[in-house]
């Protein structure tokens, strides 16, 4: 049998070799979408190539200030289509990041999971979501028409302010969210379905008496602040936690029994449902508390005993307790005169620096603080008849509303410390 030479056998393996790479890569061109030109440019200052591919980047800015504006949530979605005689849509795919301390973003290229031998990139586009900002579209503006001002690299956004007199409901329509915007602005439907209500010709809330200035509407007396609970649920949503932390599961909001809820108190948990404590979030707010801050300042001293920080404000305080990895956060704003403490179990905030992120989101959002009125009959709505289940009417028999008068209108510090020693989020201590 006559061999083969060593050259004539190399050549030959080399030239099948390219062969076989030739086909892979007619049948990944093949595979992959084709890709219509961009109608945007590539950036405003200098000559920049770009497509509908991407990558894409640049800087969001408060409208009026100029200044960055952190923990924008950015939304990039390329649509497809399909077809060679009758063409249809054929889906979409989207990436999300947040904006980081210089208010900078950047989205990759297009993942590009979707195949097709008549398969066609047809478009991209970006969404911009910040709480308290009227949101961005890079395709069309929220006042009609189209928008021409967007470009591919070094892109700068300035977002205008939420004003009274805008529509939730508008704003709703007009952002047509993707799955990770809807997540962050859940929080809206609500508001969006009074502003539907009230456009029908119906009374809402807003349009009632302000409980904070006491004025009831009528020619009756003001009510008491006994009468009034503090609200403070909307200072952050279980959304934006899972946002932050990655979470995907079920929180179930609760209130928080470790001091009873008042005009200037309310606890709220966050509980992980189907998930064991550790997963659990929590925080305690009081706001204009009768007997000052310095009572609240106690409590914060005495559950996490560390030396005071400027991580939220000039007064804050960071813990993680040692048996349970439970991280708390304490800060106080004067100018507000409110004081708040968060408390993360360890599968949830996987580090302090997450509790820190929560704390001050929380922080950032004090103004959202209001006085509802309280149940009649002054109980927690979720307990039948407000009754204390250890006890036959809920009533402290010593008093004649059931209250401990040294803890009423800004608790006896010593008191009020020693039932609260390192909370965790249900308001228990850990083992």
């Known amino acids: 049998m006559t061999a083969i030479p060593t050259f004539r056998r190399a050549v030959g393996l080399a030239v099948v070799r390219r062969a076989v790479g030739l086909a892979a890569v007619v ?31 640049g800087q969001i800015v408060d409208e009026a200030t100029g200044e960055p504006l952190q923990d924008a949530v950015v939304v990039g979605v390329w649509s497809y289509d399909r077809g060679d005689g009758f063409i249809g849509p ?52 929220q006042t009609g028409g189209a928008r021409r001002d967007f470009t591919g690299r070094h892109n700068r956004i300035e977002l205008g302010k939420w004003r009274e007199r805008d529509s939730h409901a508008d704003h709703l329509l007009f952002l ?58 909307s200072l952050i949503y279980p959304e934006d ?7 995907d599961g079920e929180f179930i909001i609760e209130d928080l029994g470790d001091f009873p809820r008042s005009h ?20 305690r707010v009081w706001h204009k508390p009768s007997g000052g801050l310095d009572p609240v300042v106690e409590i914060f001293r005495e559950n996490l005993p560390v030396e005071v920080s400027a991580a939220v404000t000039d007064e804050t305080w960071v813990y993680e307790e040692p048996e349970t990895g439970f ?19 360890p599968e949830q905030c996987i580090d302090i620096d997450t509790a820190i992120i929560l704390a001050k989101y929380i922080g950032d ?44 209108d800004g608790a006896d510090p010593e008191t009020a410390a020693a039932t609260t020693a390192t909370p965790t989020p249900d308001g228990e201590n850990p083992p």
């Not at 405003?44 to 980047?57: A, I, K, M, N, W």
């Not at 936690?241 to 979470?247: C, E, K």
Request: net charge negative; glycine share 10%; with cysteine.
């Open 90 to 141: 054929s889906g979409s795919e989207s990436v999300s990041v947040q904006t980081d301390e210089a208010g900078r973003y950047r989205i990759r290229r297009a993942p590009l999971r979707k195949r097709g031998s008549s398969l066609r990139l047809v478009s991209f586009h970006l969404l911009v979501y910040k709480r308290g900002y009227a949101s961005y579209r890079s395709d069309v503006l």
């Open 176 to 233: 047509a969210p993707p799955r990770e915007v809807t997540r962050v602005s859940s929080w809206e439907r609500r508001e969006a379905n009074l502003d539907l209500y009230a456009a029908l010709g119906g009374i809402t809330e807003e349009d009632g008496p302000d409980p904070d200035s006491g004025d009831t509407g009528t020619d009756e007396p003001a009510a008491d602040l006994s009468d009034l609970w503090l609200e403070a649920s």
């Open 365 to 408: 959002h004090v103004d959202q603080i209001k006085l509802v009125t309280a149940p009649e009959d002054g109980a927690d709505p979720e307990t039948e008849d407000g009754a204390d289940p250890e006890t036959e009417d809920g009533a402290d028999p010593e008093t004649e509303d059931g209250a401990d008068p040294e803890t009423e």
């Open 264 to 283: 200037f108190y309310h606890g709220v948990l966050f509980r992980a449902a189907e998930h064991e404590q550790n997963y659990d979030f929590s925080f």
């Open 27 to 57: 049948v990944l061109t093949a595979c992959a979408p084709i890709v219509r030109p961009a109608p945007f440019k590539g950036a405003r200052t200098q000559v920049t190539g770009t497509t509908l591919l991407g990558p894409f980047d």
């Open 327 to 345: 991280r708390g956060v304490a800060f106080v704003d004067r100018e507000s005169e409110t004081g708040v403490l968060v408390s993360c179990g």
């Open 241 to 247: 936690v899972a946002m932050r932390t990655g979470f």
